[in-house]
């Protein structure tokens, strides 16, 4: 049975290499490209992927946002989160808003095509570079800054950086401007950070934004 796919990735050239790569697998078939969340949300309600790999710092509605929404609306949709790095809070949120899979970008072929066989199973998939740092983080103690954010201040935080107006950011969330205001407020009471510059080295140091 083919295996319908899409790929969410603000990059071209990435998104080409994926597509690429999945091509080349029999019983897999790309149906869709992305380079943003609202992008992706169209793209999987006109396709009907039965998987999506879904960059974390894709840009827009940013990739955690997006995962939790399609989770909502598309429960049976098999979603693989992917990113530059493995450590940080990101992969877990990503898990927790609904993703069953997580991969670093430098990931083999092998592990990407693993992934999708497994999540199309209904089994979840990381792969041992994100597993690791999984096991880390939740065993040896130490945790960043970032662990300490919410859900939604991680979303803030990455659409802050991002360079989202405050309207913006409250139209996507569908919250008022003074919420989202409160929640950068506490973003940076919580990362010991005075500016919108410091909020995007912060998001880049944890590798929750490509530059």
Do not use: W
């Not at 497994?118 to 130490?142: I, Y």
Request: proline share 4%; aromatic share 2%; net charge neutral.
């Amino acid at each position: 049975m083919m295996t319908k796919i899409a790929i969410a990735d603000a990059h071209t050239v990435v998104r080409a290499g994926l597509r690429r790569l999945l091509d080349e697998v029999a019983d897999f078939a790309v149906v869709a490209e992305a380079a943003s969340g609202e992008d992706t949300l169209r793209a999987v309600r006109d396709k009907t992927p039965d998987c999506l790999l879904m960059d974390a710092a894709v840009p827009g509605l940013g990739g955690l946002e997006t995962t939790r929404r399609l989770h909502r609306r598309h429960p049976d949709l098999k979603i693989v989160g992917m990113s530059a790095r493995s450590e940080g809070p990101l992969p877990m949120q990503m898990m927790e808003a609904g993703a069953c899979g997580y991969l670093s970008k430098s990931c083999t072929p092998a592990e990407l095509v693993n992934a999708v066989h497994s999540v199309t199973h209904g089994q979840r998939f990381v792969n041992a570079e994100v597993a690791s740092s999984l096991v880390a983080s939740g065993m040896d103690g130490r945790r960043s800054p970032i662990n300490d954010l919410s859900s939604r201040e991680l979303q803030v935080l990455l659409m802050v950086s991002q360079a989202h107006s405050q309207s913006q950011i409250a139209n996507q969330l569908c919250i008022s401007p003074k919420t989202v205001s409160t929640y950068r407020t506490r973003v940076c009471r919580k990362l010991e950070v005075n500016s919108d510059v410091e909020l995007v080295h912060m998001a880049v140091r944890y590798g929750l934004l490509e530059l």
